[in-house]
T-cell receptor, first 111, second 110 residues
Framework: NAGVTQTPKFQVLKTGQSMTLQCAQDMNHNSMYWYRQDPGMGLRLIYYSASEGTTDKGEVPNGYNVSRLNKREFSLRLESAAPSQTSVYFC??????????FGSGTRLTVV | GQSLEQPSEVTAVEGAIVQINCTYQTSGFYGLSWYQQHDGGAPTFLSYNGLDGLEETGRFSSFLSRSDSYGYLLLQELQMKDSASYFCAVRPTGFQKLVFGTGTRLLVSP
């Protein structure tokens, strides 16, 4: 099983550019999440989808949009990238809210 | 809201026992989880306490006391590979999301 797959693994954007981070899980999990991790800040929730067809804001949603395309896929879009969005982005999923499975992360730099 | 505090760094030697504390302020939650993250890697699930008390998984144990708003992760027989960051996390009542603590960096020396 692949678990949670994120693409791309690395990305450099110029300020104002847009991009979509892709996430797919093959564990038939109901809930999916996008977190960002900055040095010394721990993991902060951007958006989540408790089940297919629903999305909710987390702690730091500004500047992001999400789409729960189907049960497997949950994408994160940056419409106009800013240097403050330089971070490591993790996608995660869970079946019932117990242990979360994380993807390997996307390292994004906005210059 | 939810707030989970952890020490920023803990150091120990190989073979020792170390305890990483997590104190929290939250209106209600389903349980306390612990995750391990090596540098450059993704967080991985270690343990979950839904009820008060001790849960043991090999060299790792986790404890929760709701009355004291406190939990900890206990690592025994430390190995160099245990050097990593450790995060506690809670799922607030009524929500399907995890809120993470600030993280503790564990450094294990020979």
């Amino acid at each position: 099983n692949a678990g949670v797959t994120q693409t791309p693994k690395f990305q450099v954007l110029k300020t104002g550019q847009s991009m979509t981070l892709q996430c797919a899980q093959d564990m038939n999990h109901n809930s999916m999440y996008w977190y960002r991790q900055d040095p010394g800040m721990g993991l902060r929730l951007i958006y989540y989808s408790a089940s297919e067809g629903t999305t909710d804001k987390g702690e730091v949603p500004n500047g992001y949009n999400v789409s729960r395309l189907n049960k497997r896929e949950f994408s994160l879009r940056l419409e106009s990238a800013a240097p403050s969005q330089t971070s490591v982005y993790f996608c995660a999923s869970t079946l019932t809210g117990g242990g979360y499975t994380f993807g390997s992360g996307t390292r994004l730099t906005v210059v | 809201g939810q707030s989970l505090e952890q020490p920023s760094e803990v150091t120990a030697v190989e073979g020792a026992i170390v305890q990483i504390n997590c104190t929290y302020q939250t209106s209600g939650f389903y349980g306390l989880s612990w995750y391990q993250q090596h540098d450059g890697g993704a967080p991985t699930f270690l343990s979950y306490n839904g009820l008060d008390g001790l849960e043991e998984t090999g060299r790792f144990s986790s404890f929760l006391s709701r009355s004291d708003s406190y939990g900890y992760l206990l690592l025994q027989e430390l190995q160099m590979k245990d050097s990593a960051s450790y995060f506690c996390a809670v799922r607030p009542t009524g929500f399907q999301k995890l809120v993470f603590g600030t993280g503790t960096r564990l450094l294990v020396s020979p």
